[in-house]
């Protein structure tokens, strides 16, 4: 396919791709700095089907959240086992837990929202906290970070949540390198188009990669586009949310460069899903399930983009 890619400037990426070879910085560099988003989505496109095939993966889950920021408030235990349990007849793979971090609650708060999650659906896992978190429990409790991640695992958790990438991503790296050493498997998220360069966001996704060939523990990336509403940069000059053009090319660059993980997660409902239909085409296999569209109309979305619509669970265990 290489003579449809001649008179481009990514001509010499394009082979390096058809030929299995891995892309260094500088191409990646190249690639983000690129307009040629056709030879950015067969390249992505190629790899996608060489680890996934025509498969594009889909959980069933649900958000507890304990906290809300904006809004101030914190659930009780009690208020979180009924919340879980109004869930319990719906036929789901996982349990999201998400809430901010409240200095007045210990750390064996947020183990036993595990540990009744958990007893309300044994079979359900359950995937909470980002390595923010994690660094918040460490100075909460006073442990080191094995001890907090080994205290969240024997509680109930499976798999930490991706986020948090953009607040410290040296000790965000550190504490995921912790979780895979442990058996954990994790996810990996990254915030863009807030004021970030071509350069900064490569070196992000190259030290990933490097993590992820040292411990093999994360199964998925998910880039996700920054929105300025309702944040203090809203309406600030030079800040502007991302266009579809960008979201396509972040995605289809994130599964070029990232050659060790198996799979590229788009949430349908940040980019709507017309343009998440066409990022299958662009590197993506993993469209995250929302409660705001049901499992029937989001396998009817994937097939009709020519992809085969598989259920999974957290750990991207088939279901059959």
């Known amino acids: 396919m290489l003579s449809l890619f001649a008179q481009s400037e990514l001509s010499d ?26 030879a950015l989505g067969y390249m992505a496109n190629l790899v996608r089907e060489r680890k996934n095939g025509n498969q594009t993966y889909f959980i069933v889950n649900r958000h507890l959240n304990h906290a809300n920021d904006l809004q101030a408030f914190t659930l ?31 750390f064996s708060y947020y183990l036993e929202i595990l540990q009744r999650v958990k007893r309300i659906f044994p079979q359900v896992c359950i995937q909470a906290f980002t390595a923010v978190d994690v660094e918040y429990f460490t100075q909460n409790a006073g442990l080191a970070v094995t001890e907090v991640l080994q205290s969240l695992i024997e509680a109930g958790l499976d798999s930490l949540s991706g986020g948090g990438t953009e607040v410290f991503f040296s000790r965000w790296l550190e504490i995921q390198e912790v979780a895979h050493r442990l058996g954990m498997r994790t996810n990996a998220t990254m915030l863009y188009g807030h004021r970030e360069s071509s350069k900064e966001k490569i070196d992000q996704l190259i030290q990933l990669r490097a993590l992820q060939d ?30 579809g053009f960008e979201d396509l090319k972040m995605l289809a660059i994130s599964r070029i460069l990232l050659d060790n993980f198996d799979h590229i997660k788009t949430f349908w409902i940040m980019l709507g899903p017309k343009l998440a239909q066409v990022s299958l085409a662009f590197g993506v296999d993993d469209l995250e399930t929302s409660q705001a569209m049901s499992k029937r109309a989001l396998t009817h979305m994937i097939n009709k983009a020519g992809r085969d619509a598989v259920e999974r669970d957290t750990l991207y265990r088939v279901h059959k």
């Open 13 to 38: 990426l394009v082979e390096k791709v058809e030929k299995g070879e891995r892309l260094d910085f500088e191409a990646g560099v190249r690639m983000m700095d690129s307009r040629d988003i056709l």
């Open 76 to 106: 009780l235990l009690e208020e979180i086992a009924t919340t879980a349990r109004n869930d319990r007849q719906e036929t789901i793979s996982e349990i999201h837990i998400d809430g901010g971090l409240n200095p007045e609650l210990p």
């Open 214 to 243: 040292r411990t093999g523990g994360f199964q998925t990336f998910s880039p996700l586009p920054f929105y300025d509403k309702d944040t203090k940069l809203e309406g600030t000059m030079g800040v502007e949310n991302t266009t």
